[in-house]
């Protein structure tokens, strides 16, 4: 079964601190991944995208890491800010299924 | 441009009744989604359309009706509520299969 597992489930940062997200996955054959950021009460917005062949990819202050090999992708916080604070959502898609599997989410909240 | 809307935003009802939640989108995706996320738990899909007249089972179909009769529109019905259905309920809607996934507002379900 396809499983995607992130971690931690919340943490609490200052802000200005930088913090980093983990998200591991099972998903096969694996197609591509994606980081949601999720604002209380809202639907999820899709901060990045990353195919096999791409290992970085940056948004602002937002950037993701993809490891094929070892299945495993990070999202990294930098400068944070009180806007940041929301739920952070690791989404892997396969290429021979219409359906996604969705992480449980990170919830990150930044203090001033 | 709307893009994706969800109607009721917030509803409450008691067990037993039958509800309909309402998605549309302006862009002319073909592809929609229903989902439900409960605290604990990644987004689940309910189930999802393909195009107009084609709809399959997702992940948690059980309780659940939809149809799609237009393009723009896919409503999602629960035949008889049930406190398991309390919920935040997702539409989300997609150019095609693998593409990013555009979520509406969320409906938040509460069955007494």
């Known amino acids: 079964k396809n499983q995607v597992e992130q971690s931690p489930q919340s943490l609490i940062i200052l802000e200005g601190k930088n913090c980093t997200l983990q998200c591991n996955y099972t998903v096969s054959p694996f197609s591509n991944l994606r980081w949601y950021k999720q604002d209380t009460g809202r639907g999820p917005v899709s901060l990045t995208i990353m195919t096999f062949s791409e290992n970085t990819k940056s948004n602002g202050r937002y950037t993701a890491t993809l490891d094929a090999d070892t299945k495993q992708s990070s999202l990294h916080i930098t400068a944070s800010q009180l806007s940041d604070s929301a739920s952070y959502i690791c989404v892997v898609s396969a290429s021979n299924d219409y359906k996604l599997s969705f992480g449980a989410g990170t919830t990150v909240t930044v203090r001033a | 441009d709307a893009g994706i809307t969800q109607s009721p935003r917030y509803k409450i009802t008691e067990t037993g009744r039958q509800v309909t939640l309402m998605c549309h989108q302006t862009?002319?995706?073909?592809?929609m989604f229903w989902y439900r996320q409960d605290l604990g738990h990644g987004l689940r899909l309910i189930y999802y359309s393909a195009a107009a007249d084609i709809t399959d089972k997702g992940e948690v179909p059980d309780g659940y009706v939809v149809s799609r009769s237009k393009t723009e529109n896919f409503p999602l019905t629960l035949e008889s509520a049930t406190r398991s259905q309390t919920s935040v309920y997702f539409c989300a809607s997609s150019r095609y299969r693998l593409y990013e996934q555009y979520f509406g507002p969320g409906t938040r379900l509460t069955v007494t």
């Open positions: 862009w002319s995706h073909s592809y």
